[in-house]
């Protein structure tokens, strides 16, 4: 597949062309939820994103309720105020947690970055003091973007 970036090659080791028949479906969504995490170059085994494959396997409602519960406010926010803090979220993931940086990923000036941190802290509140909440709020956010991804094609 050729991202935005360079070409994503997703393969799998098969014994036969029976076997990788079979195999290509997963290797295909292997590619489309490295492109959602935002993987966009390089080459992988198939198998590296099977952590990501097996939370969409069955019908995804438990996993649609995880997501609602850790991005519903930030989400609802966006809508109703036509904001873009669910992007600085995963911009601040991005970047390390570092306002600088994530400022300038975005094209923005630190105090508008600020003002965005924020407003994050009262839609979010503890969820993004302590370590374990914020590495759900990240799952959460780049299980999403995967999500999106696989229902794009």
Known sequence: MVGAAGPLVVASVCEGLDVAAAAAPAIWQSAQLALGLGIAEGAMDSITLAPYAALFDGDGVRLGTFIDSMLGPVREWDRAH?????????????????????????????????????????????ELDRPESRFRLELALRIENARSALKST
């Not at 508008?112 to 802290?121: A, E, F, G, S, Y």
């Open 82 to 126: 036509g904001s873009e803090l669910l992007q600085t979220l995963g911009a601040l993931f991005d970047e390390r947690w570092s306002l600088t940086a994530t400022a300038r990923v975005l094209h923005i000036h630190v105090n508008t970055m600020k003002q965005r941190m924020q407003r994050l802290n009262v839609l979010l509140g503890e």
